[in-house]
Every structure is written in C-alpha cells, then in structure tokens.
T-cell receptor
Framework: DGGITQSPKYLFRKEGQNVTLSCEQNLNHDAMYWYRQDPGQGLRLIYYSQIVNDFQKGDIAEGYSVSREKKESFPLTVTSAQKNPTAFYLC???????????????FGEGSRLTVL | KQEVTQIPAALSVPEGENLVLNCSFTDSAIYNLQWFRQDPGKGLTSLLL???SQREQTSGRLNASLDKSSGRSTLYIAASQPGDSATYLCAGRDSNYQLIWGAGTKLIIKP
C-alpha cells in the first residue's frame, strides 16, 4: 500500500544527544514536510523540500537539520541545540503545488520524542 | 498575511446530530483549503480538499464548503457517530502555496 512511514513511533533522548527521525514515502511525491505539534497548539513547520537535494527552513528550523538525498526519504535530525525538543513530530508529503497540482497533503503516523 | 482560525476550540454534541465546524481565513486569495481529522496520538488523515474554484466537496457524511468572499470554510458532518470524535483541523494554502494551519476543533460525540 502507498503511504508515509515514520520511525520510530516513540523515542527517548537524553539531553545533549542528537536523534534522527525517519520518514519514507512511496507515493512518488515531490514535496515533503516536517511539522512539530505541541499540546493545544497548531502545527508548526520545521523544514520542507520540494525536490531532491533542496530544502527550505520553515517557521521553527533552529535546532533541527534535514537532508533530501532521495525522493522517497526526508530524515529529520533533532540536535542538542534544540532547547525544547519534547514534542510530536509529523512528516507529510504532497505532489508539487501549482501548475495544476493541488498539493493535497498526506501524513505519516508521527513520532513522539521525549527528552529525559 | 494569511491567518486561519477555528472556533470553537472544543465541541460536544449528542450522537445523531448534524453539526458544522468552522474555519475562517483572512485573505480571500486562497489557493485551496484542506480538512483533516486527527485521532489522539496519531497522524492527520485528509478528509476533503477544496480548490479555490470550487464551492464544496462531499465524501460520505462529510461536506465541506468554501466561501472566499466571506473568508470561511465549513465542514458539515451529518448524523454524527461516536467514531467521529477527534480533532478536526483545516489548513489553507495561500497565494504563495504556503500552508497556514488552524489550531483545530476537538469534537466529542456523546453516545
């Protein structure tokens, strides 16, 4: 089945450690996104990528890094520079928006990161 | 700058009622608007997407409308069921194709 797979589902990290969250899609989508969700708040965009080997910062990119070496994969690294990393992280993908593309967004099941 | 608001933040209704969830946006130059459902601890599930040229979209018991002149989209749920309990989010794409998110409405359907 086509979809977006995020792993791990739950992750615990000690302060000062970097962690990488995986996101893989087999929908043949060009665009991929990482969002952060905190209780009672809307989704906030961390990074997005419209094409392989290119990505842009979102609203809250500080303390995070990404790569887009393959169309199917868009891993997110939460670095030790992120001051408050405990959150629910959501990966999404869409076809390229514009030129007739609606850019309907599809999400993975999320990864919950807890810093101990 | 486009802003998206969802009011109320929470809603509780008895099973079987028809209900309307609201999503307001400030800039009528909206490219499209998408409605999602999120169950606790889960990812978002796409429900309906309305293009700027469309007035409404329907899927089963769900109907979403878009009125650009009033800056409003509504999600109508017919004959609500306890399984409809979830948080519903809307997101609009602005003229630069950027997604702007509402904070969501938490819906509880009481059996």
């Amino acid at each position: 089945d086509g979809g977006i797979t995020q792993s791990p589902k739950y992750l615990f990290r000690k302060e000062g450690q970097n962690v990488t969250l995986s996101c893989e899609q087999n929908l043949n989508h060009d665009a991929m996104y990482w969002y952060r969700q905190d209780p009672g708040q809307g989704l906030r965009l961390i990074y997005y990528s419209q094409i392989v080997n290119d990505f842009q910062k979102g609203d809250i990119a500080e303390g995070y890094s990404v790569s887009r070496e393959k169309k199917e994969s868009f891993p997110l690294t939460v670095t030790s520079a992120q001051k408050n990393p405990t959150a629910f992280y959501l990966c999404a993908s869409s076809i390229k928006v514009g030129a007739g593309g609606a850019g309907e967004l599809f999400f993975g099941e999320g990864s919950r990161l807890t810093v101990l | 700058k486009q802003e998206v608001t969802q009011i109320p933040a929470a809603l509780s209704v008895p099973e079987g009622e028809n209900l309307v969830l609201n999503c307001s946006f400030t800039d009528s130059a909206i490219y499209n608007l998408q409605w999602f459902r999120q169950d606790p601890g889960k990812g978002l599930t796409s429900l309906l997407l309305i293009q700027s040229s469309q007035r409404e979209q329907t899927s089963g018991r769900l109907n979403a409308s878009l009125d650009k002149s009033s800056g409003r989209s509504t999600l109508y749920i017919a004959a609500s069921q306890p399984g409809d309990s979830a948080t519903y989010l809307c997101a609009g794409r602005d003229s630069n194709y950027q997604l702007i998110w509402g904070a969501g409405t938490k819906l509880i359907i009481k059996p």
